[in-house]
């Protein structure tokens, strides 16, 4: 899947942009706060239903507007489109259309939609808390097995319900009730991410052959389940019982998963350089990305912010290789040509843009 037309509406500096995009590789060009973080939170609110920037989307809201609109017809005839309706200061309404029927649920826009995006501040994050590193799995297992969501939604309602004991110190059958379930229900989730860890893997060495050669073999995707792999999750809780009661809430479980990036069994943050970690980003998700593909025979669109930040011409050289051999519509931002120079293909198989002031234009060579 790739977005061929794509209208926004107010949305951040973005008043009205109906451009064509290219079904490979665009370039957008433009000063510092031009609009080109603005464009592409317009194609990642489209797949997501949020900001990659911000925890509220009422900052995507061009100020002094009521609504914005972002909409896309893709090359598979899909034509797909939300419009966020804000009232006052904080309830908002979101219209979602697909093909012209009315949509109520974001999932159904993400299972036609799949969008990814690295920022140059991506990799501080990844590398930071769990959080992120969290999303992005759970992120590729919602398009890669089917029935994760459903399980999600399951292990959510009851690790509420678990918690919701805890808290109010109710041992007894109902706590036995709900840890039984709880523990069923993680196994599952922690089933079904250990075999997308794995693919991802297998995946990743792939891309960190092209991208980051000289350490491809070196590096090992650890997967962390939630809770001590040599013990079941059974025996974990029944000895933290007491210290889960006195937190009030479940300190182990499928919810408490994360993932470690080794290099020779190191931590790859501490041995990577900025613009390495950038690269190993990118090809994580380039894997990503590919696994997604091949599933659901939906092409990710791939977004970089600012491609030039942590990168020099030599990584740009090796991203190039990447890019050429991704087969997604990816879109690049940058603030001048130079920064895209590595990437720009022999063939005129692209489009570049220019932004300014929120308005796009098409650039000639
Ligand atoms: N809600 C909003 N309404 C109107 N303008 C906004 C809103 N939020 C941000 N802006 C403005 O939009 C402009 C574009 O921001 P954007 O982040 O897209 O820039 P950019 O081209 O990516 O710049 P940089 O290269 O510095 O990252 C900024 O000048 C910003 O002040």
């Known amino acids: 899947m790739s977005i061929g037309k794509l209208i926004i509406q107010d949305l951040r500096n973005i008043e009205s942009v109906s451009v064509e995009l290219h079904s490979d590789l665009n370039f957008i060009i433009g000063d510092n706060g031009s609009g080109k973080s603005s464009l592409l939170e317009a194609i990642f609110y489209l797949g997501h239903g949020k900001s990659f920037r911000s925890s509220k989307?009422?900052?995507?809201?061009?100020h002094n507007k009521a609504s914005f609109t972002v909409s896309a017809k893709t090359n598979k005839d899909c034509q797909m489109g939300v419009r966020k309706i804000f009232h006052g200061q904080s309830a908002a309404n979101t219209e979602i259309r697909i093909n012209g029927e009315k949509q109520t649920k974001f999932s159904v826009l993400a299972k036609n939609i799949a969008v990814?995006?690295?920022?140059?501040?991506?990799?501080?994050?990844?590398?930071?808390?769990p959080k992120q590193r969290r999303r992005f799995i759970d992120l590729g297992l919602f398009h890669v097995k089917h029935s994760f969501s459903d399980h999600w939604k399951e292990f959510s309602r009851i690790l509420k319900q678990r918690n919701a004991c805890l808290r109010s110190k109710t041992s007894g059958s109902t706590l036995t009730y709900w840890t039984d379930v709880f523990i069923d229900s993680s196994q599952v989730i922690a089933d079904l991410r250990a075999g997308y860890v794995e693919e991802l893997t297998n995946e990743l060495s792939y891309w960190l052959k092209i991208m980051l050669p000289s350490v491809s073999n070196e590096i090992v995707i650890q997967y962390l389940q939630g809770w001590n792999s040599k013990k079941s999750l059974f025996d974990v809780l029944q000895q933290y019982k007491e210290k889960e009661l006195s937190y009030g809430y479940s300190l182990f479980g499928a919810q408490k998963f994360d993932v470690r990036f080794l290099l020779n069994g190191a931590s790859?943050?501490?041995?990577?350089?900025?613009?390495?970690?950038?690269?190993?980003?990118?090809a994580l998700t380039f894997a990503q990305a590919k696994l997604i593909e091949r599933v659901n025979l939906?092409?990710?669109?791939?977004?970089?912010d600012d491609v030039g930040a942590e990168l020099d011409i030599h990584s740009r050289a090796l991203l190039n290789n990447a890019i050429a051999e991704i087969e997604c519509q990816v879109i690049v931002t940058a603030i001048d040509k130079a920064a895209v120079e590595q990437l720009v293909p022999q063939k005129e198989n692209y489009k570049m843009f220019h932004v300014k002031h929120g308005k796009l234009s098409v650039m000639s060579e």
């Open 298 to 304: 939906v092409k990710p669109i791939l977004l970089i």
């Open 57 to 62: 989307v009422e900052n995507l809201l061009q």
């Open 116 to 129: 990814q995006v690295i920022t140059p501040e991506s990799f501080k994050i990844f590398f930071g808390g």
């Open 268 to 282: 790859i943050d501490n041995q990577l350089s900025r613009g390495q970690q950038k690269l190993f980003l990118l």
